[in-house]
């Protein structure tokens, strides 16, 4: 089966300066954070704050969800932390 984005759910976090989110492969849950200098890569306007750079990666999902995929084909993990160079 292939990674699937059924939970919309994600969660700014300053502590890890990251936004988390999951996948799923079949029973598999995979938990991905994108940092926050990793989307602000992608979309120069966002600024900082939580509200900001929740627009931001939702503005951008169908990229990060690519992005994600991608590493999560290169390596079967259950964790994956994206940066800019995954973009």
Same mark, same amino acid.
């Given at each position: 089966?292939?990674?699937?984005?059924?939970?919309?759910? #994600?969660?700014?976090d300053t502590? #890890?300066?990251?936004?988390?989110?999951?996948?799923?492969? $079949?029973?598999?849950? @995979?938990?991905?954070?994108?940092?926050?200098?990793?989307? #602000?890569? @992608?979309?120069?306007?966002?600024?900082?704050?939580?509200?900001?750079?929740? #627009?931001?990666?939702?503005?951008?999902?169908?990229? @990060?969800?690519?992005?994600?995929?991608?590493?999560? $084909?290169?390596?079967?993990? $259950?964790?994956?932390?994206?940066?800019? $160079?995954?973009?």
């Amino acid at each position: 089966m292939s990674l699937q984005f059924p939970n919309p759910i #994600r969660r700014y976090d300053t502590t #890890r300066d990251c936004i988390c989110f999951w996948g799923s492969d $079949s029973a598999l849950e @995979i938990a991905f954070e994108v940092e926050l200098a990793a989307l #602000r890569s @992608i979309d120069s306007s966002a600024g900082p704050g939580e509200a900001s750079m929740l #627009r931001a990666y939702d503005g951008h999902l169908a990229t @990060i969800r690519e992005a994600a995929g991608a590493a999560y $084909s290169r390596k079967r993990k $259950s964790y994956h932390r994206l940066t800019a $160079s995954d973009f």
